[in-house]
């Protein structure tokens, strides 16, 4: 019988087989770390640091950073903390930036791009969140990376901010994880190289789609052929956690697909073992890996994986659903 689902809130998330699967959160601004625990999460998966950036006259100083990401990791209670490094440009340009409205902002300089054209903003993050990093557990993730001398450079940078902080004798940890967003087509399919860089993975399946199927997140009137399940779009995300998953690092997915209840079963037959999400679809998803066993859902997937008709993919994910789990 099912429960309701409040009831599941302190259940660990386990499959009926018996495998555990992390559940995560997203959060936004500092204050919304007081309700991840209760939400039912072991941990922020995705903290969008911009929105510290936004809605103000000046760039936030480094210390008032450091207070924010404290904060977050100490009301974390030793649960991992992971703190996307500012995903600015595109839809979030904050006027005190300077940047100019550009023509195609998805496609310009935007995420890390941006971060590596203001080293010293860039900097002033980095050096923050490793501060911070003595009072929990902090994982940084860089956004909308595209190469592997992208994340060279961005890795460059983290060591340039650790080298200054031991110079001024700052404490940090000197082993905070470090992880790469896949959220554009061509990290996914190099995917392989990025992985000897950096400890963990997190797909951004919102970016992802908008950029493999070249629709415009946010534009209306091509929002019904935003389809998270187009046959190119698995592809890009099984290669990913299959790659990660082989090379032993931790892969995510922190898009709206891993709060998408109808998606559960599909991400786990794929092999995804972590998901990060809105609090509020938390529950109804721990239901669903309650619910599923691997056994069934993964051969499952793997038929979904081979088609590349839309329509046969919809019949079969609707099987999926539909069967005992
Ligand atoms: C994504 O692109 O899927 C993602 C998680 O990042 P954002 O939605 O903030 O771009
Ligand atoms: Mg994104």
């Known amino acids: 019988a099912r429960r309701k689902l409040s009831s599941i809130r302190k259940t660990d998330a386990i499959t009926r087989d018996g ?26 998966g995705l903290f969008r640091s911009e929105f510290l950036f936004l809605g103000r006259d000046s760039l936030p100083s480094e210390d008032e950073q450091y207070s924010a990401y404290r904060a977050v ?8 903390v992971t703190v996307r490094t500012m995903d600015l440009g595109a839809d979030k340009n904050p006027r005190w930036l300077g940047h100019g409205s550009a023509e195609n902002p998805a496609l310009g300089l935007t995420g890390i791009r941006l971060c590596l054209a203001e080293p010293l903003m860039f900097r002033g993050q980095l050096r923050a969140l490793l501060r911070a990093s003595c009072h ?49 087509p061509s990290a996914a399919l190099v995917v392989g190289s990025l992985l000897k860089h950096v400890d963990f993975l997190s797909i951004g399946t919102n970016d992802l789609i908008q950029y493999t199927l070249a629709i415009d997140r946010n534009d209306d009137s091509v929002s019904h052929l935003y389809d998270p399940v187009h046959p190119a779009v698995l592809k890009l995300i099984s ?46 998803v721990k239901q669903n890996v309650l619910d599923a066993h691997l056994d069934e859902v993964g051969p499952h997937a793997a038929r979904i994986l081979r088609s590349e008709d839309p329509d046969k993919i919809a019949d079969l994910l609707q099987q999926l659903n539909a069967g005992p789990g």
């Open 239 to 284: 290669h990913t956690i299959k790659t990660a998953t082989k090379a032993g690092k931790p892969v995510s997915v922190c898009g709206e697909m891993a709060g998408d209840a109808r998606l559960t079963r599909l991400l786990l037959g794929m092999g995804l073992r972590r998901f990060s999400m809105h609090p509020a679809n938390l529950l109804q």
């Open 136 to 184: 929990g557990k902090i994982r940084i993730l860089f956004p909308m990376i595209n190469s592997l001398s992208e994340l060279k450079q961005a890795l460059a940078q983290l060591e340039y901010a650790k080298s200054e902080l031991r110079e001024e004798g700052l404490a940090f940890e000197q082993e905070v994880e470090v992880g790469a967003m896949i959220e554009i």
């Open 73 to 80: 990791a100490e009301a974390m209670r030793g649960a991992p």
């Open 19 to 44: 495998t555990p699967i992390e559940l995560l959160a997203n959060i936004e601004l500092p204050q919304d770390a007081a309700n991840v625990l209760d939400s039912g999460a072991v941990g922020v």
